[in-house]
């Protein structure tokens, strides 16, 4: 009798807990944009032993392939992507470009949205790709790992809408990277450490491959086969981490479609310029004499007197019939420092399709982005403060150095704990004087910035203008700045400092973009409705600003009802 009461009461206990599982799934699932068909990938992030440029080393990749496997979808597709940490570092995964509709806990960045998988942990990245389709990609969003932890993700049209453009013969994806012959993790460790300047990177990669260029490299070569006559899309994605690249083929056209994951109004040049994570689709014609053609990747780098790798990556764009073993012609590059060339992309790049953009804003933010010298507070400052003038280099907005927080902002926001940022993050800069040409604190001399985990609140349904501005406190240069949780459209850029009165904007067809690459000691005007809840990080994508401090985050607050409402967290969430 007593076990058949403790039966009994030991089942409505399972009842009332699979009710309450059920009830708390289905309330999740009532939040979270649901999507057309649901893609599951399983994602093993593995150490794996590979020799390129002579040297032998252990890299981090997924499933034992590098570049990482491509996630392939169609728009508002769910995607589930289960990932396994097998490697000793800890990890997250980014999907760069996705804008996380109501889904901020998938989002990736570490201590942003979420603490890093530990070793042996798994994590399942749960998301909805809500009206979005395109070139993306995914990467590591912890340390300097995503030098190697990158991939493509495709997401095509819905089934039966074409493209915007003649349907491409072929589609090819070319992953511009930086290879290192270190460990990418003890490299950023010692840069830090050093207070100095980064090592340049050992190679550029298309596709993993250095190409013939560089030391023992010439059979890693990345090859596209093409027919005579016939046009071929590929998607080219930036997964670099600190330099920024010029891309051009021998003797051939690049008509731009697209640009991150937006259609653009066609534009036909002799090169592109991507920041680390930019993607752009081109269309290529194999109209030329039959041959073998490079494709190739070199550096701009606008920082003046900045190091840099200045040998270029070669892939080959070969036509049938073409002698295989002969050399390939040359392809153009601008010189490293042709900030023209990159102006001119900019310049070819509109909105396809009629646009959203806020013509009223609520809130006018101008924010500096640049780098700083921090004073040397080190006993041991040969080793410590390598950096200009014997200091510690750093990098900041609005003269604010980001320092990590130890947990997720995200959950500390929404358990509402205390303690871990603070909510004074200035939508202007402490002082204003010429950004471009001067310095922050006493006028010209102090370079300093001041250090925090300060972000900035926005009421849902905020429209935003966003004033970026670089300056010259160290030297000016091209920073590809990157918004999560959003795209942006591009109003507005230009040189020197902002001028309200003598900016010109476009509110007609502006690029709806993820990464701006704000001009060399100019300024760039992006727009955009804060109605995705949530904390969002914006950071420099060069990844040794980003550990520099060149960031900072939006929270985002719920508006009215579900639909405007964060779902509470996955029950996997990792732990610090
Ligand atoms: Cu591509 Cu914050 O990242």
């Known amino acids: 009798m007593a076990n058949l009461t403790t039966s009994l009461v030991v089942l409505v206990l399972w009842l009332s807990l699979i009710s309450y599982a059920y009830n708390v799934h289905a309330t999740r699932m009532a939040h979270w944009p649901r999507g057309s068909s649901t893609r599951f990938y399983d994602f093993k992030i593995q150490t794996m032993k590979i020799t390129k440029l002579c040297n032998t080393k252990e890299l981090v990749t997924v499933n034992g392939i590098f570049p990482g496997p491509v996630i392939y979808a169609q728009e508002d597709d769910r995607i589930i992507v289960k990932i396994t940490n097998e490697t000793p570092y800890n990890t997250t995964i980014h999907w760069h470009g996705v804008r996380q509709r109501l889904s901020c806990w998938f989002d990736g960045p570490s ?25 993306f990609f995914w990467h590591a969003h912890v340390s300097w790992l995503r030098a190697t932890l990158y991939g493509a993700f495709v997401v095509y049209p819905k089934p039966g809408v074409p493209y915007p453009f003649n ?3 072929q589609e090819h994806i070319l992953l511009l990277g930086e ?29 993993g491959h250095p190409g013939p260029n560089y030391n023992c490299s010439n059979n890693d070569v990345y090859k596209i086969d093409v027919v005579p006559g016939k046009t071929y899309l590929l998607r080219l994605i930036n997964a670099g981490l600190n330099s920024e690249n010029f891309f051009a083929i021998a003797n051939h056209k690049l008509t731009i479609v697209e640009a991150d994951a937006e259609y653009t109004k066609p534009f036909t040049t002799d090169r592109v310029m991507l920041g680390p994570g930019q993607t752009i689709n081109v269309l290529v014609t194999a109209n030329q004499p039959i041959g073998k053609y490079s494709m190739a990747m070199g550096p701009y780098s606008s920082a003046k007197g900045a190091a840099f790798q200045n040998i ?22 601008p010189s ?17 399709n009629t646009v959203n953009v806020p013509k009223e804003i609520d809130a006018n933010l101008f924010i500096t982005i640049g780098l700083n010298v921090q004073k040397c507070q080190s006993k041991t400052p040969n080793q410590n403060c390598q950096g200009l003038n014997n200091g510690v280099m750093a990098a900041s907005m609005n003269n604010i150095s980001f320092i990590k927080p130890p947990i997720s902002l995200l959950e500390a926001y929404y358990k509402k704990m205390n303690g871990s940022f603070t909510e004074d993050f200035p939508g202007v800069p402490l002082k204003f004087y010429d950004f471009v040409n001067g310095a922050p604190n006493n006028i010209p001399n102090d370079t300093q910035a001041l250090n925090g985990t300060r972000v900035k609140v926005l009421e849902y349904g905020t429209r935003v203008q966003l004033i970026l501005q670089d300056t010259g406190t160290v030297t000016t240069e091209n920073h590809p700045i990157h918004l999560h949780g959003y795209s942006f459209y591009v109003v507005g850029y230009g040189t020197g400092n902002y001028n309200p009165q003598t900016a010109n904007f476009n509110l007609v067809d502006p690029p709806y973009m993820n990464t701006i690459g704000v001009p060399a000691g100019g300024w760039a005007a992006i727009r955009f409705l804060a109605d995705n809840p949530g904390v969002w990080f914006m950071h420099c994508h060069l990844d040794i600003h980003q550990s520099w401090g060149l960031g900072t985050s939006f929270i985002v607050k719920n508006g009215e009802g579900v639909l405007e409402t964060l779902p509470h967290p996955p029950a996997d969430m990792p732990r610090c």
Not at 111 to 135: D, H, R, S
Not at 193 to 207: E, L
Not at 312 to 333: E, K, M, R, W
């Open 111 to 135: 201590y942003i949205t979420q603490c890093p998988i530990q070793a042996g942990q798994t994590f399942t990245y749960e998301f909805t790709l809500v009206n979005q389709k395109g070139t």
């Open 167 to 169: 349907y491409p013969y």
């Open 179 to 207: 290879y290192y012959n270190k460990d990418v993790v003890q490299l950023e460790r010692a840069t830090i450490a050093s207070g100095g300047n980064p090592p340049v990177t050992d190679a550029y990669t298309i596709n």
């Open 312 to 333: 270029s990556a070669i892939a080959h764009f070969q036509y049938l019939g073409a002698v295989t073993n002969s050399v390939s012609l040359p392809a153009q590059l």
């Open 336 to 352: 490293f420092s042709d900030n023209l060339a990159v102006k001119t992309v900019m310049d070819g790049l509109k909105s396809l």
